[in-house]
């Protein structure tokens, strides 16, 4: 098990900033490529962001030049940096730990924090 932990979430006025924060509990966070989802109401999950263990990453195309993941080994976080917001980009975001690397399947989820972007 990898407990996560978000935090930051928040509401802004769409071309505002908003920074989330996603710490895991243990000693094995180096060892998963970790990434960022969002579920907006009446819709499926979506993958928003990955950060591989080696470095690279991967964006959806609706958040491509506006969010950066990064990720803190050390301090066992992993970052959104969500930049010019939209209204809809409103969901609620979760940060998950992957297995199989970026473009693996989700293994353990975190309860997940509220974003609105209000027009």
């Known amino acids: 098990q990898v407990p996560l932990v978000e935090s930051g979430g928040g509401l802004v006025q769409a071309g505002g900033s908003l920074r989330l924060s996603c710490v895991a509990s243990?000693?094995?966070?180096?060892?998963?490529?970790m990434a960022w989802y969002r579920q907006a109401p009446g819709k499926q999950r979506e993958l928003v962001a990955a950060?591989?263990?080696?470095?690279?990453?991967n964006y959806a195309d609706s958040v491509k030049g506006r969010f950066t993941i990064s990720r803190d080994n050390a301090r066992n976080t992993v970052y959104l940096q969500m930049n010019s917001l939209k209204p809809e980009d409103t969901a609620v975001y979760y940060c998950?730990?992957?297995?199989?690397?970026?473009?693996?399947?989700?293994?353990?989820w975190g309860q997940g924090t509220q974003v609105t972007v209000s027009s």
């Open positions: 950060h591989a263990i080696g470095g690279s990453t």
């Open positions: 998950a730990a992957l297995i199989g690397g970026v473009l693996g399947n989700p293994l353990y």
């Open positions: 243990g000693r094995t966070f180096s060892r998963y490529a």
